[in-house]
T-cell receptor
Framework: EAGVAQSPRYKIIEKRQSVAFWCNPI?????LYWYQQILGQGPKLLIQ????????DSQLPKDRFSAERLKGVDSTLKIQPAKLEDSAVYLC???????????????FGPGTRLTVL | GEDVEQSLFLSVREGDSSVINCTYT??????LYWYKQEPGAGLQLLTY?????DMKQDQRLTVLLNKKDKHLSLRIADTQTGDSAIYFC???????????FGKGTKLSVIP
């Protein structure tokens, strides 16, 4: 079974530039998550999709971050314009049903390491 | 919502046992998880425990849950150099459909 795919693996940009990350979840997984992992921290949820609808985006900085999941499969996370504090690893994860409270396992991709100069 | 705390570093000798500790705040947490992150990689689920259990064993891994103290631990028996990684404790967050992660414990195994 193929895992969660993410690209690019690394990205270096200057502040105020734009950047986009792509994620392809495991086939058949209805739920897709984007996490931000700052160095030395645990992953923080940015947005959760169920199929192509947003379940929770309460921690997404909507003035600069946007995400979409067209057709309920692939997803793109965009930052425009980037700030220095956006330097982090952006992790995509997927799960069958999106119920962490019921033991629904999340499968993580390798992440995209973003450096903002 | 859930708050999860972990110690940041642990160093053990190869062959010894490692114990990684975690405390959480949400007493209604139903499942608690341990994830492993190797350098440059995403997180991998190691094991999880349901809240009606006190202990779960899976090969070299033993999870202990003390619900009264809201304390979770992961014991790795016969620790190997390949176990060197960051270990995250996680519990369900708001609405039980999210995960709240601790900051992670970096385990270093000395040959």
């Amino acid at each position: 079974e193929a895992g969660v795919a993410q690209s690019p693996r690394y990205k270096i940009i200057e502040k105020r530039q734009s950047v986009a990350f792509w994620c392809n979840p495991i086939s058949g997984h209805a739920t897709l998550y984007w996490y931000q992992q700052i160095l030395g921290q645990g992953p923080k949820l940015l947005i959760q999709f169920q199929n192509n609808g947003v379940v929770d985006d309460s921690q997404l900085p909507k003035d600069r971050f946007s995400a979409e999941r067209l057709k309920g499969v692939d997803s793109t996370l965009k930052i425009q314009p980037a700030k220095l504090e956006d330097s982090a690893v952006y992790l995509c994860a997927s799960s069958l049903a999106g119920l962490a409270g019921a033991g629904d396992e999340q499968f993580f991709g390798p992440g995209t390491r973003l450096t903002v100069l | 919502g859930e708050d999860v705390e972990q110690s940041l570093f642990l160093s053990v000798r190869e062959g010894d046992s490692s114990v990684i500790n975690c405390t959480y705040t949400d007493s209604s947490s139903t499942y608690l998880y341990w994830y492993k992150q190797e350098p440059g990689a995403g997180l991998q689920l190691l094991t999880y425990i349901f809240s009606n259990m006190d202990m779960k064993q899976d090969q070299r891994l033993t999870v202990l849950l003390n619900k009264k103290d809201k304390h979770l631990s992961l014991r790795i028996a016969d620790t190997q150099t390949g176990d060197s990684a960051i270990y995250f404790c996680a519990g369900p967050g708001a609405g039980s459909y999210q995960l709240t992660f601790g900051k992670g414990t970096k385990l270093s195994v000395i040959p």
